[in-house]
Structure formats: C-alpha cells, structure tokens
C-alpha cells in the first residue's frame, strides 16, 4: 500500500513564527487530506487538496501530485495552532485511506 | 448541524469483557470507517464499510468486530480476544463509492481496562 511521511515529527515555535510541514507519499494520488489534531484528540478538517493551493486564514497548503508531496503552511502561529497534525492519502483502489504518522506542534508564548 | 456522533467518550472494560462502541451519522455518507490510536502514534484502520451489510478488515481487526445494518451505524465490539485494548478510537465517514471525497470524523472514545 502507499506510504505517507510527514516531516519534521517534532517543531516547536515561538507564537508569531511561521513553519512549513511536509508530506510525502509513495504512490501518485488524486486527492490528500490535512487534519488537526487538537489536545482534546478532536480531528478537524484543514483541507482537502488533491492538487494546487488553497488558503483558509492564516493556514494554505499545495500539493505537487506529480512530485508526490503536499506542503502545510502556517503564518503567524499562535498557541492554539498547537496539537497534530496529520496527513491522508487514498489507498486500496481509493476505499481506505493511510495516515501519516504526524507532526507534532507546540506553540509557545 | 450533520455529523458524526460517537459515545460513550469514555469506557472501562472488565478483563474479558466484551464492549460496544457506538458511531452515528447524519451526513447520508455512504462510507464509515474505524481507527485506532495509541497515545504519540498515528492511526491505524480497524475496519470500514463502504455500504450497508458489508464491511471489510483494515490493518489491525483481530480481536474487534462490526456491523452495518443500517446506512447511519457503525458500531464497533471490542472483544476479549483483544488483549491491548487501551486506546483512543475514531470514527469516520465519508461520500464512499460515489467518488473519494473528504472523511469526517468524530470526537472518539477512549477505552480503558480496569
């Protein structure tokens, strides 16, 4: 099945700092998926984007299908950015979908 | 408002105790999925289901069963074949076979042993 990397596991930041986390996956895809994950485990959707740019406030991601990797970017971060966050690609003909194993946020005043 | 709705968000299981753990939707989504997450990990696929009466094992099913009887219901049993059952547990939906389309999912459950 396809592999999804997620890098760095680990990233701390000074409130107001930006960051980029990278996805990586195995296999091309027609759609991939960003989630956070909160403290309290609650897994809200950040964007679904098989391919190009989207923006949602402070928060945009592109994927590049066809060099199989998709890029989270966060402006201005502040303390409630902290959490998890993953991504998602289709596996298994497109019935399934394979998580990555995360990064993980930490905001700091 | 549509969503996912799962229950209880906490349960204790007794050793070789059977639990059930509840997962509905209102979003009319074809397909509903369960996962498993350990704490620092990501997640893993138990089971999904991409139509009513039919539902196919993820990565990690052994010692876990399921049903869908109807289109809005998945409920997943954690048997007492499941010898670490300690975990966080999500529940997902999403459009299915109509084409791939972003999962949904709910506040989770955590499980713990007694």
């Known amino acids: 099945g396809i592999q999804v990397e997620q890098s760095p596991p680990d990233l701390i930041l000074q409130e107001g700092a930006n960051s980029t986390l990278r996805c990586n996956f195995s296999?091309?895809?027609?759609?991939l998926q960003w989630f956070h994950q909160n403290p309290w485990g609650q897994l809200i959707n950040l964007f679904y984007?098989?391919?190009g740019t989207k923006q949602n406030g402070r928060l945009s991601a592109t994927t590049v299908a066809t060099e199989r990797y998709s890029l989270l970017y966060i402006s201005s971060s502040q303390t409630t950015d902290s959490g998890v966050y993953f991504c998602a690609a289709p596996s298994g003909g497109y019935q399934k979908v394979t998580f990555g194993t995360g990064t993980k946020l930490q905001v700091i005043p | 408002d549509g969503g996912i709705t799962q229950s209880p968000k906490y349960l204790f299981r007794k050793e070789g105790q059977n639990v059930t753990l509840s997962c509905e939707q209102n979003l009319n989504h074809d397909a509903m999925y369960w996962y498993r997450q350990d704490p620092g990990q990501g997640l893993r696929l138990i089971y999904y289901?991409?139509?009513?009466?039919?539902?196919q094992k993820g990565d990690i099913a052994e010692g876990y069963s399921v049903s869908r009887e109807k289109k809005e219901s998945f409920p997943l049993t954690v048997t007492s074949a499941q010898k670490n059952p300690t975990a966080f547990y999500l529940c997902?939906?999403?459009?299915?076979?109509?084409?791939?389309?972003?999962?949904?999912f709910g506040d989770g459950t955590r499980l713990s042993i007694l």
């Open positions: 289901s991409q139509i009513v009466n039919d539902f």
């Open positions: 296999d091309s895809v027609n759609n």
């Open positions: 984007i098989p391919s």
């Open positions: 997902a939906s999403n459009g299915g076979m109509r084409g791939h389309q972003p999962q949904h």
